[in-house]
């Protein structure tokens, strides 16, 4: 557990002139569970964008272990081993959640690896054991768009996993979610975090403070500060752009 | 010099057809995705209303300027017949573009078949279904129960009010004979004639000299663009269609009404269809597969411009109107004089229909450079 | 690089079924090779006996055009990508194999046609298809190598909706201003007639025989067909198909790339299109550029939405219903056709979008139930009924 996964270096995305991302500077390394918070607009969901090449950045790069981004288009990336949860579940809603999770485990990518591969034992296992894992073994069988909002979510870190990443984006997992099926959710990515390296983006600061270890704080497409959660809250200038300019002391963020 | 102006001006007069009727595809489909595969029947009927039109105005003082009572007509007969399209298919199928597709493919046949059989027994025969129909169906809404009935009511009065009218025309037919089953315009085309202002041609250079009525079709396309230009940024609802365009969600949040804008937006392009209908019926005759001849090149307008920006599709349509009017007359053929293959090559496109093969291609090579047309709405999308 | 299971994983429970889907689809191959064997031998008989044999020539017709509908199934129903364009690939076939029959002459000479345009020595094009084999590769590959073409063209810049269709209908415009515009080449507006040649030394048309012989072909390649589509559709690739369909971006981020994917499956229904529409050309006795008309191709997409999308069954059955109540109707009143078909395009997309087997599953006993007399089945979300989670419970209450 060494050396650093992602390493982000000047990173500029303009949209006709908007910087939506601006020299941004990042690192992260190797088994580590990252959050990132910032108020809307911060550029945190067009940060992922650029990591997972669904945007290709302006200026600067990106480096996952150490070889530039740039040149790698979505699946590519994918394949490299950076997984990304959307905001909203995306789950491919006429599949079973048992099919949703073959088709990220499948081993061979290709349409000759689609048309003639048969799911390895192995790969069997694994979706039998994520599908335990993400409590959706009884509902298995039934297409996707039964399942309630929590299950989706759920299924989608399942899919996630079942791609076997390095690096898991994780964009607001618990949007919408009851205070317990977020705890569930945050046990979920605690246990993930003790094989894979984890970057969450979320607002709910309950379930930042039960994940997180070190924070990040991008305000208007830059880094704000980095620390532990403690440091972060107490930050003046954090507090700021949360809750505007305070004139007197003693605010706390949160 | 002289063969550049010539492409130029065919070119451009070409280009002006193909804006004037992309123009209110362009709005619609910009507004809401949709493409509106009945487009060039809404122009086939403005034709058609044209063709009305002059006939009404005939022997009387003001018969040199019917087209510009032509040019309303068609353009409110169109904008009400896109208004019930809109309110009665289109606005049930929103969020589904591919089966809207097809929908107003529908209609385009209807339309199509509509006009060539047109006649005065067709519409009482319509009237009556009409009234039946519906008329028993707004009786029966009050009803309390009515939900519960509505399958059976439908298919009780569907059958019912099919067969009154049907025999009420088929008498009609059988008491009148010719004076009411003689079809207003039939399968065959019809012609209308310009004005005699419009005869002639203004000569731009040696042997070449633009026809009057293109002349007038480029400077009907100017305004009508300039009149769209002015509507979508200077007035109170082209604010709203704007906001609508950019997005729907915020603008119903807004308290914009969202159905109404679809309405009128939908409306308006049809009723630019209508004008665009005017204008073409002075190249030629119309009939009632003058539409299909053009829907696929204001297509093409509509994908090469991009979405949501006005001045794509005036950039795309001259861009088409000009490369096919140089590779269809050969103009580029005397300047390869160099090259046996090359000078073959250009003479073997050099027909109407092969110059849309080679426009064809150019457009798809254009896509691989840049794949949402010539001016693409950035930003992060929540859609890739 | 293995994933790390958080709970000791547990061998799914595959082999009820497996079995059970072993079976279901040993039933599924019985009926299908009953419906087949039904088609060849006991219809065109009864067809004849009630003299109606024209109606023989039809049904091959409408059933090469059937698998022409389930290569649109292929990338509409499951893919979700609208192609208005199936018209080219219809006619590659046609032309491959008229092409051929065309040359059925005495060694020296070329088709009669080309003395019209004054063209004395054979395009240099037409000299492969001298060759029986090739014909028979051509008519497959030609259409999927032009859609696989044209497909990469476009999937990869990630053109899709109806910006797919729409590039689609201009390519369709493209082909048929080429095919028309070219007397010389290929005859131009008038087609290739393919009756008056002959095929193994017999002439091809009014010959019940080679008449009868494309039949059972047409017959044979529907079934085959049908058997392709439906391995296909139920692998993992089907799935991938469905996955697409839902969401593009999902399979990009889960380390897919849509766009071989898309051009696989354009390619192969473009493939079958050219079997059709060689099939369908022997037995209309003529090819000509009218079959890359606009209406005609997406007429196609509306034999898939009468039936049903994503059931290949609907696919076949909406082609023949389609296409037979086009017949009967024009033969009667050939002015309400399009008028007919307007409502059909209007209706099937409005009130029944699913097509008539997506409805019968879903709605068809209820609407048996209320022709009965009997009240709804009340519905429940999700209908509890299906839901593993209530029968999970009461397997295991019940011990």
């Keep these: ?254 | 010099m002289t063969q550049l102006l010539e492409s130029l001006f065919g070119g451009l007069s070409i280009g002006s057809v193909l804006l004037l009727s992309a123009l209110g595809l362009a709005i619609v489909f910009g507004l809401m995705g949709v493409i509106n595969m009945a487009h060039g029947e809404l122009m086939m009927l403005g034709a058609y209303t044209t063709f009305v039109v002059q006939n009404a105005f005939k022997k009387t003082p003001l018969e040199g300027f019917y087209i510009f009572f032509a040019l309303i007509a068609a353009f409110i007969v169109t904008a009400l017949l896109g208004l019930l399209l809109e309110r009665g298919v289109i606005r049930y199928l929103y969020g589904r573009p591919l089966e809207t597709l097809l929908a107003t493919w529908g209609v385009s046949l209807i339309l199509q078949q509509f006009v060539r059989s047109v006649s005065w027994q067709f519409i009482a025969g319509l009237l009556i279904f009409c009234l039946l129909f519906f008329g028993a169906m707004g009786v029966l809404s009050r009803l309390a129960n009515f939900e519960r009935i509505r399958g059976w009511v439908i298919g009780l009065m569907l059958p019912i009010s099919a067969a009154i009218s049907l025999t009420i025309s088929h008498i009609l037919g059988q008491t009148y004979k010719l004076a009411v089953t003689n079809p207003w315009f039939g399968t065959q085309g019809v012609d209308v004639t310009a004005p005699k202002w419009l005869r002639g041609g203004l000569p731009i250079v040696k042997e070449y000299q633009l026809p009057y009525t293109r002349l007038f079709i480029i400077v009907l396309t100017v305004v009508c663009v300039l009149g769209i230009y002015w509507f979508l940024n200077k007035t109170a609802w082209g604010l709203r269609i704007r906001a609508v365009t950019q997005n729907r969600n915020m603008s119903a949040c807004l308290g914009i009404p969202t159905a109404t804008v679809d309405a009128l937006t939908f409306a308006i392009g049809s009723g630019l269809a209508g004008i665009a209908g005017c204008a073409v019926s002075l190249l030629g005759s119309v009939s009632p597969n003058t539409g299909q001849s053009y829907i696929v090149d204001t297509f093409m307008v509509v994908v090469v411009g991009g979405v949501g920006k006005l001045v794509g599709s005036i950039v795309a349509a001259s861009a088409i109107g000009v490369i096919s009017y140089v590779v269809s007359s050969n103009a580029l053929g005397p300047l390869v004089g160099f090259s046996e293959s090359l000078k073959g090559l250009f003479e073997f496109f050099a027909t109407a229909s092969m110059a849309k093969v080679m426009v064809f291609a150019l457009i798809v090579i254009f896509l691989q450079f840049r794949p949402a047309g010539l001016f693409p709405q950035k930003g992060r999308t929540v859609d890739a | 690089m293995t994933v790390k299971t958080l709970e000791p994983a547990t061998e799914p429970t595959t082999g009820v079924n497996s079995r059970k889907k072993q079976r279901s689809l040993l039933i599924e191959a019985a009926i299908v090779i009953f419906l087949a064997v039904l088609l060849l031998v006991v219809i065109p008989p009864l067809l004849t006996a009630a003299g109606q044999g024209v109606r023989i020539n039809q049904l091959g017709r409408f059933l090469s055009l059937a698998i022409v509908a389930l290569g649109i199934d292929l990338i509409w129903g499951y893919t979700g990508l609208l192609s208005l364009g199936h018209g080219i690939f219809f006619a590659l076939g046609g032309y491959a194999f008229a092409m051929y029959l065309q040359l059925q002459l005495p060694a020296g000479q070329i088709p009669d046609f080309f003395s019209l345009y004054g063209v004395e020595t054979l395009p240099w094009f037409w000299q492969p298809f001298y060759s029986f084999p090739f014909t028979l590769i051509a008519v497959v590959a030609l259409p999927t190598i032009v859609a696989a073409a044209l497909g990469y063209l476009v999937f990869r810049n990630r053109i899709r909706g109806v910006y797919f269709s729409i590039l689609t209908q201009a390519a369709l415009i493209v082909f048929f201003n080429f095919f028309n515009g070219q007397q010389k080449l290929i005859n131009g507006t008038n087609g290739l007639k393919t009756d008056t040649a002959t095929l193994f030394g017999q002439q091809v048309g009014n010959n019940p025989q080679i008449m009868g012989a494309f039949y059972a072909l047409s017959v044979l390649f529907l079934v085959l067909g049908y058997a392709f589509c439906r391995w296909l559709t139920s692998g993992r690739i089907g799935r991938m198909l469905v996955a697409i369909r839902d969401d593009e971006t999902r399979v990009r981020f889960s380390g897919y790339d849509p766009t071989w994917f898309k051009v696989f499956v354009f390619a192969i229904s473009a493939g079958l299109a050219g079997i059709a529409g060689a099939l369908y050309t022997v037995q209309s006795g003529i090819i000509t550029p009218k079959s890359m008309d606009i209406a005609f191709s997406i007429e196609m997409v509306i034999w898939v939405a009468v039936g049903g999308r994503a059931t290949l069954v609907g696919a076949i059955l909406g082609a023949l219903v389609v296409n037979f109540a086009r017949t009967l109707l024009s033969e009667q009143y050939p002015a309400f056709w399009l008028f007919f078909q307007g409502a059909l395009f209007l209706l099937v997309v409005t009130v029944l979008p699913s097509g008539f087997l997506g409805w019968f599953r879903t709605e068809g006993a209820n609407f048996v139930r209320s022709l009965l007399g009997r009240r709804k089945q009340v519905m429940t979300y999700p209908s509890l009924e299906e839901d593993p989670e209530v029968q999970y419970e009461r397997e295991n209450l019940r011990d």
């Design chain 1, 1 to 254: 557990m060494s050396g650093k996964i992602l390493e982000i270096e000047n990173l500029t995305v303009s949209f006709d002139g908007f910087k939506a991302v601006n020299d941004l500077n990042f690192s992260m390394d190797e088994g580590e569970l990252r959050v990132v918070i910032g108020p809307n607009g911060a550029g945190k969901t067009t940060f992922m964008d650029v990591i997972t090449g669904k945007t290709k950045p302006t200026e600067g790069r990106v480096y996952f272990k150490g070889k530039n981004l740039r040149p790698y288009s979505e699946h590519q990336i994918a394949r490299l081993g950076i997984g990304r949860k959307f905001q909203t579940p995306r789950v491919f809603l006429k599949l079973t959640p048992r099919e949703n999770l073959e088709l990220s485990c499948a081993q061979k990518k290709n349409v000759l690896g689609a048309l003639f591969g048969q799911s390895s034992s192995a790969e069997r296992r694994t979706v039998a054991g994520l599908l335990e894992t993400i409590g959706l073994a009884p509902k298995a069988d039934i297409a996707a768009d039964l399942l309630s909002h929590g299950e989706k979510q759920r299924l989608e870190i399942g899919m996630l996993v079942a791609q076997s990443p390095d690096l898991l984006l994780v964009d607001e997992p618990v949007a919408g979610l009851t205070d317990e099926e977020t705890e569930k959710v945050g046990d979920l990515l605690l246990a993930l975090a003790e094989s894979h390296s984890i970057m969450v983006i979320e607002h709910d600061m309950e379930f930042v403070r039960q994940i997180a270890r070190t924070v990040t704080v991008l305000h208007q497409g830059s880094v704000l500060c980095e620390g532990n959660m403690d440091e972060v809250q107490n930050d003046p200038r954090v507090i700021e752009v949360y809750l505007g300019k305070q004139e007197e002391d003693g605010h706390q963020a949160a």
